[in-house]
Each structure stands twice: as structure tokens, then as C-alpha cells.
């Protein structure tokens, strides 16, 4: 069985977002992470790995220091990275994107893709469902849960307020949320190999089936009108009681005052 | 992709909405979707049609009229009664394909954004995800030598980098213009009793092939509460709060103060209260007239979920907690003896009015 996993290099934006002096995001003071969900989307492969001597095959497109998150892949314990990078990629949006991955997997031996839901960064969900509509195979978004059994996988699909087991002939594609599982640890075995270990590196003369016009900035559909960081409201009141009942007098004077009560 | 040809791009006219069903019910978002669709479609001099896809659905037209539809195109067919991605991208891109929509709208839900980059992807078209304001202007925004500046585009606002930046987006040279909409963001109109419209029935034919899954099994989250996204007030417990059994001080707040209970991600992550109370970027978006912060942080993730409230009251031991940058009024101290305190004031406020 072949499992290979798209994974991203993003900046860490959960905790540690940091700001120019002029409010601007300072992505140079920010870590670069490989996406949460993609890292549990690899944990679900390497268990299958672990259970059913899966192959598992990382992928990512990105600048060339996104190497960096496919060694930290080897070294959990991928056993095959592939880095997709060339100027001409560049600036793509979701379609673009998900063009240019399904290009490289079109080379690629699989009978499961698994992506994260989505990016920490863009947080739009859309490069899994579509690479699998580019590459005409079923998908499972919002995977919860997964389990192989012989050719077909089941996942649980989460819904805001229900879930659906369903069952789905391989190959296909799933999405997996950060919840479908705990991410092991590189161990420092893996680490040392990492470091040494082959990623295949393609530009865009080894993508598959995949026309100029859908590449890069030039392809994308969605072209950004405007970007700004947002504008918050200021802080309120902030008080420091010097006994709760003083901090439960302050919240009533505001909670009648403003009618609330 | 390759720009479509003006002629081309002119033949599609109107804004069209999923409105998305569960269990033949119509989902909030839809009536949310028209209200902003009848914004967009007053700029453009067009019509808001709503889609609704179903098994058993023929009732749904009415109210979908009634919130201010005008046009339903209706899919019914027993391929579509539970939600499945191949039968509702077929269903939705063949609607597509039929009426040409100049905007396509559909929620950013479970649903949405499984059907929306699949739809986009099978039409040729582009997406932008999660929006939180649509607007029609001109593209580039400010005219650009060299460049034709195109009008009565959408152009569709989002936040991104987990809500500390926000762009503006446009896809001028492809039909439709593809958003998901964050629901709890849009206003509904005020629904017309007796409103009628003109009711369509579409086809397109569904034929099983190998990108069908199948659906063994249905589990629905028994919750009897009140959706959070509907609450006027929300009192809402983080990590702080230390236990799920401690969130019986946040639930006697609420019931002393009318309000409803809700939550950070963390106590989701914990299996301390179910996901359909998280307040955030990965749960709800709300804007109830009162939260209350307790015990939460504030990451932006969370923030990006409630910074839209009328009044924020955070209460939170740590001093120099994000939270206190977007309460309106903070109190720094212990939530335990705090929160309690307050429900027995509150109720006796109210008992002597």
C-alpha cells in the first residue's frame, strides 16, 4: 500500500505571532512549522505504516527551505519526500495549487492522498477536495478517524453536529482535522538519517498533464485586490480588584448601567 | 486557468445561493446567504436565485421565498438525500452549467467547504474561502495605466494568518465568482409571511460511479442546548477554568443572566465540552450582545471567533492576557470566586426588580 501525504511549510501563527513596530505580521521573527493537520494527517499514515508496511511518500510544494519540514517528515518516519519547487510556482492560490500537486502526484504511485483540512495560514480548506476533483477520485473531508480494510478506508467524517462513518474504495483522497491523532516525535535515529537522507526536488518540466495557464500567480483564478492587517479595537477597562467582591461590584455597575441586567 | 472571453463572462448573470438543508431542514446560513445576496444583486440590477438540493425537498421553496429569494431552483432526487460530495458537486455544478450565475455563494460550513473548492474545481472557476464581507467595486481597486479596471466585480474580504491579517479578493477574468461565507456574519432579512416566487425543477440526472462513497453509518450529536451562534449572551470558559466539572460555575452564571454556555478550542481539545460550543476560527463565529471571557486566554484564533461581540467582559488571573486587548471591560483575579460571586449578585438583581 501507498500512501503519500501533501504536507506545508507554514509560520507558526498559534501562540507566537509577531508584529513589525509599524503592525505589519514579522514573518522572519515567526517558526516555521509543518501544518498540524498534515503532521496528523502523517501520523495516520505512518500507523498505517506501522500496522500494514505501508510506503509513505511526502510531498510539498513550496520555496526550497520547505526541505525543511519533509526532513522533520523523514524524521518521524516518511519514508520518501518529493519537493516541488520553481519561480513559475509562485504566488498560486488554491487552484493553482492544487494543479500543481495533482501534476506531481499524476507521476506518483498511490492508492491514498492525504492532505490536512487546512493551513494554518490560509485557512481555506479548498487544495485537498479540489486536488482530488483535478485527479478524479473520491474524497472524505474532515477525516476524524481512519482505518483501512483491505482496499477500502473508513473514516469518520465530522459535521458541526453529527458524524458519518463512510467507506470509500482506494484510491481516494481524505482530509485529516489535527483531531484524528497525537504526532509522534521525530526519534533521534530518524534525525540523524533525515539529515542525509534523498528528496527528490521537481520544477515544473516534471509535473504531468498540467498546462501553463493553470500556474503560479498568472493561473490563479483569484487575484488579490488588497491586503492589510487587520484593524482591531482598542482595549477597554482593565481592573485589578483587591478582592473578588470588588471585581463582582465593578462587573454588576457595568452590567446595569448597560441595561444587560 | 485560462481568462474566459467577455462575451462569455457576459452570459452570466444573476447571484445564486446553496441553500444548504440537513435533514430536509434549512440551515441558518441559507437565509443568511439571501440577505447579503439581495445587497449584491440590488448593485448589480439582478436577481438572487437559491439552490436547495435534497431528497423530499419540494417545501423548502417557500420559505426560501419568504426570506427574499427570488427564483428557487430545486434539485430533488434520492441521490441527494444525505449530504455526499460527488452527488452535490454534480447537482450544484450542473446548475452551474445550466443558468450561469455571475456570483455563486455558498456557506462556509462542513458542507461548504467540502462542495465549494470541488464545485469550483469541476466548473473552472476560482473560490475564496470563508469570507466575512462581499462588496461589488472595481477591479484593480484604483485605476492601474495599462490595465482595463473592470466594474460590478465581488469583491470578497477574508481573514487569513489565523485572523491577523485580512485580504481582499476578486476573480475578475472567470464566471462564477465562487465564495464560501462565514455563518453568524451575514444579516437575514426579515422574512415576508405568503411571499412567493418562481419555483424551477432541475435534473441533472445521477448515475453511481467510482468517486461515490457510501455512508455506513449516522451519528447525531444529542445536544439539546441552544445554538451558540444564536445566543444573546454567551458565557464562555477556557482552559482556566480548570475542569469540565468546574463549568457548573459558568452554567449557573448563565442561568442566573439568561444566557448560554460556550468555550475556547483548548476545551474542546481537553473532551471537556462537545465542539459545537467552540467559540473560534476552527468553531463558530459569534456575536452575541454580551460575552463573557472566563478563563480564556485570548489566541487570535479565538479572538478572530467573538472580537465582534457588543461587549466584552473577560475575567482572567493573568494579567497580561491577549483577552484583555479586545475585552471592553477586564477584571484580573480568580474566575472560582469571582464567577460564583456574581451569579448570586446577579440573581438577586433580578429576583428584586
Known amino acids: ?72 517528515a523523514m524524521a518521524m518516519g516518511a519514508d520518501k519526500a518529493v519537493l516541488v519547487t520553481d519561480r513559475v510556482l509562485g504566488g498560486a492560490d488554491t487552484w493553482a495549487t492544487s494543479t500543481t500537486l495533482s501534476g506531481a502526484l499524476r507521476n506518483m504511485d498511490y492508492d491514498l492522498i492525504i492532505t490536512g483540512r487546512q493551513a494554518i495560514d490560509g485557512d481555506t480548506a479548498q487544495v485537498g477536495p479540489q486536488i482530488a476533483e483535478h485527479l ?95 484593524v482591531r479595537k482598542g482595549a477597554g477597562e482593565k481592573v485589578v480588584p483587591d478582592s473578588p467582591d470588588e471585581g463582582v461590584s465593578y462587573i454588576m455597575d457595568k452590567l446595569l448601567t448597560k441595561h444587560i441586567i | 486557468m485560462a481568462d474566459m472571453a467577455k462575451e462569455v463572462i457576459e452570459q452570466y448573470k444573476g ?75 454534480h447537482a450544484l455544478a450542473s446548475v452551474i452549467n445550466e443558468f450561469k450565475p455571475e456570483i455563486m455563494l455558498v456557506g462556509a460550513t462542513a458542507i461548504g467547504r467540502d462542495l465549494g473548492p470541488c464545485v469550483s474545481a469541476r466548473v473552472g472557476t476560482g473560490l475564496t474561502a470563508d469570507c466575512t464581507s462581499l462588496d461589488i467595486g472595481d477591479f484593480p481597486l484604483n485605476p492601474i495605466p495599462g490595465k482595463e479596471q473592470l466594474h460590478k466585480q465581488l469583491l470578497m474580504t477574508r481573514p487569513a494568518f489565523g485572523g491577523n491579517t485580512i ?84 452554567e449557573d452564571l448563565a442561568g442566573a443572566i439568561g444566557g448560554t454556555v460556550s468555550c475556547s478550542r483548548a476545551v474542546v481539545d481537553s473532551g471537556w465540552k462537545p465542539k459545537d460550543l467552540q467559540v473560534g476560527q476552527t468553531g463558530k463565529t459569534v456575536r452575541p450582545n454580551v460575552y463573557f471571557a472566563i478563563g480564556i486566554s485570548g489566541a487570535i484564533q479565538h479572538v478572530a471567533g467573538m472580537e465582534e461581540a457588543d461587549l466584552i467582559i473577560a475575567i482572567n488571573k493573568d494579567e497580561d492576557a491577549p483577552i484583555f486587548d479586545v475585552a471592553d471591560y477586564g477584571i484580573v483575579g480568580d474566575l472560582n470566586k469571582i464567577v460564583p460571586a456574581l451569579t448570586e449578585q446577579i440573581k438577586e438583581a433580578v429576583a428584586n426588580k
Not at chain 2, 31 to 43: N, P, Q, R, S
Not at chain 2, 56 to 82: S, T
Not at chain 2, 185 to 212: I, L, R, S, W
Open chain 2, 167 to 250: 485580504a481582499t479578493i476578486a476573480c475578475p477574468y472567470n464566471r462564477p465568482q465562487m465564495a464560501t461565507v462565514r455563518p453568524g456574519v451575514m444579516q437575514k432579512c426579515d422574512p415576508v409571511a405568503g411571499a412567493t416566487c418562481e419555483v424551477v425543477d432541475f435534473n441533472p440526472g445521477f448515475e453511481k460511479n467510482h468517486k461515490y462513497v457510501e455512508i455506513k453509518d449516522i451519528v447525531k450529536a444529542v445536544s439539546d442546548t441552544v445554538d451558540i451562534m444564536d445566543a444573546k449572551i454567551l458565557v464562555s470558559g477556557g482552559r482556566g477554568v480548570g475542569s469540565p466539572e468546574n463549568f457548573k460555575i459558568l
Open chain 1, 1 to 72: 500500500m501507498k500512501v503519500v501525504v501533501c504536507i506545508k511549510q507554514v509560520p507558526d501563527t498559534k501562540g507566537g505571532v509577531k508584529f513589525n513596530p509599524d503592525g505589519t505580521l514579522d514573518r522572519g521573527a515567526m517558526l516555521a512549522i509543518m501544518n498540524p493537520d498534515d503532521k496528523a494527517g502523517l501520523e495516520a499514515a505512518l500507523r498505517l505504516k506501522d500496522q500494514y508496511g505501508a510506503e509513505v511518500t511526502v510531498l510539498t510544494m513550496g520555496l526550497p527551505k520547505a526541505e525543511d519540514v519533509l526532513r522533520e
Open chain 1, 136 to 230: 478524479g477520485i473520491p474524497v472524505i473531508s474532515y477525516a476524524e478517524e481512519l482505518k483501512v480494510d483491505g482496499n477500502k478506508v473508513i473514516v469518520k467524517r465530522q459535521y458541526e453536529d453529527r458524524y458519518h462513518m463512510i467507506e470509500a474504495k482506494m484510491p481516494c483522497l481524505i482530509t485529516a482535522l489535527a483531531e484524528l491523532n497525537d504526532p509522534r516525535y521525530m526519534t533521534p535515529g530518524g534525525i540523524f538519517d533525515a539529515y542525509d537522507a534523498e528528496i527528490t526536488v521537481w520544477g515544473r518540466n516534471d509535473l504531468k498533464d498540467i498546462d501553463d495557464s493553470n500556474l503560479g500567480l498568472n493561473g490563479s483564478p483569484t487575484k488579490i485586490a488588497k491586503a492589510s492587517d487587520k
Open chain 2, 15 to 89: 447571484v445564486f445561493v446553496f441553500a444548504q438543508q440537513i435533514d430536509n431542514e434549512l440551515s441558518g446560513i441559507a437565509f443568511e446567504l439571501i440577505g447579503k445576496a439581495k445587497v449584491l444583486a440590488a448593485d448589480l440590477d439582478t436577481q438572487v436565485t437559491a439552490v436547495v438540493l435534497g431528497s423530499g425537498i419540494k417545501d423548502l421553496a417557500k420559505p426560501l421565498a419568504e426570506y427574499g429569494a427570488d427564483r428557487v431552483i430545486v434539485v430533488d432526487d434520492p441521490a441527494l438525500k444525505e449530504y455526499m460530495t460527488e452527488p452535490y458537486t
